[in-house]
């Protein structure tokens, strides 16, 4: 009688061995993920506080896990490396990879409990298979809340910050210059309570409480800002503004002429492209408060136009310098292939059967629009490559 067929515990192993390799850097990562580390040495509460109880259980179960799975992958690889195997070999190979040979935990049945016949413990088991699902799911939990935690302090303890300094301000001028406190003193107090919560409950906090405190804080500004002070402030302003408007026109217009330069020579989706609507007629608006005397009303927007302006500004000129360098990057590849080649003549390599496809490969990908930057350079090198082979071996 033939012994049953191993090959499918084989592949299961071999799966098991390549899991391995991804869960110990996943592991690894997370075990260095700052944000895990962060919610490890605060004292949560609140929601962050349930869930991070949770992912912390789920961590363990992933060491575990890991553990376990290790001993059983190094056991089995240990019994399939033998040079022979009996039948009983082969069906402890694939009990071990296949069947339930993992034991995750052995209870004590207490003897009232016990029939005559009944066993002293009870055993938990699963195959590899099923904790490595297990550990799946282990590892999402605290992934999700070490992520979502980190990206809840990453986006808004700067702003908190900020908003700190908006309220020490406002109440550095209140102190020189007068004027009622009442409305700083509950942004600060509010802003106290996000902050700590924000600190130790990073997922039950509520975005909004911020938003609430920066209007207290341009309430209070306000109210502390006399109308001479608030036109002054407001028009030197409203003058960095156009000086701005100035600026994002130039670099519009540089922006364009490195789109038009590069355009057609490479593929679409390398080039740079920098959208959306039109700034002007919502920095004329402001204007327009301006003339009409509504300066309470333009501090806000002028200050929404001015950032969104940066913005673009700061977008325009990454896209110029990223078109731009599109060119200067398949020129500096040409001068290189020109160089190589020129090297290749000077050693009497001009008609080597070898390397002239190579070259002219190069060549094409190069000169050729729209030009594939990454296969123009890995062209190059491959002539760049082949030419020194050439000349080590000539050499010898």
């Known amino acids: 009688m033939t012994a049953p067929s191993i090959a499918p515990a084989d592949a ?6 390549t899991a391995m390799t991804a869960i110990a850097s996943n592991l690894v990562d997370l075990d260095d ?13 609140g929601r962050t506080a349930e869930a991070w109880a949770d992912a912390t259980d789920a961590l363990t179960q992933l060491w575990d896990g890991y553990r376990m799975l290790t001993d059983v992958i190094a056991e089995a690889r240990s019994m399939r490396d033998k040079r022979k195997l009996s039948d009983a070999d082969r069906a402890a190979f694939v009990h071990r990879v296949q069947g339930r040979s993992i034991t995750l935990s052995t209870t004590t049945v207490p003897l009232a409990q016990r029939g005559l016949l009944g066993a002293g413990q009870v055993h938990t088991t699963c195959s590899p298979a099923e904790l490595l699902s297990a550990m799946e799911a282990a590892f999402q939990t605290a992934v999700t809340v070490a992520t979502q935690a980190g ?9 908190a ?4 300094t908006a309220v020490d301000n406002v109440r550095v001028l209140i102190r020189l210059h007068g004027g009622p406190q009442a409305t700083i003193d509950e942004a600060d107090r509010r802003l106290g309570a996000f902050t700590r919560t924000l600190a130790t409950d990073p997922l039950g906090v509520d975005e909004r409480e911020l938003t609430a405190v920066r209007d207290l804080v341009a309430r209070a500004d306000a109210e ?36 038009d330069a590069a355009a057609d020579r490479f593929k679409e989706q390398d080039l740079r492209v920098v959208r959306g609507p039109d700034l002007r007629p919502d920095l004329a608006a402001v204007d327009a408060l301006a003339a009409a005397g509504q300066w309470a009303l333009i501090s806000p927007r002028l200050a929404d136009w001015s950032r969104r302006a940066r913005e673009r500004l700061a977008a325009l ?5 990223h078109n731009d360098g599109l060119l200067v990057a398949r020129n500096e590849l040409r001068g290189r292939l020109d160089a190589y080649r020129a090297k290749a003549l000077r050693l009497g390599q001009g008609e080597n059967a070898e390397l002239t496809p190579l070259a002219d490969a190069a060549r094409t990908a190069l000169y050729t629009a729209p030009c594939d930057l990454d296969a123009a350079r890995a062209a190059v090198n491959a002539y760049q490559d082949a030419l020194t082979a050439t000349i080590a071996r000539n050499d010898r």
């Open 317 to 321: 000129r990454d896209a110029a310098a």
């Open 33 to 45: 993920n700052p944000a895990r580390k962060d919610l490890d040495k605060t004292k949560l509460t």
């Open 161 to 164: 910050a900020d908003a700190t």
């Open 151 to 159: 990206d809840v302090w990453q986006k808004l303890l700067p702003a």
């Open 224 to 259: 502390r800002t006399s109308a001479a002070e608030l036109k002054e402030a407001l028009t030197q302003r409203l003058a960095d503004a156009h000086a701005l408007l100035d600026q994002f026109a130039e670099a519009q217009r540089a922006a364009d002429a490195a789109l």
């Open 12 to 17: 299961e192993l071999l799966r098991l061995e």
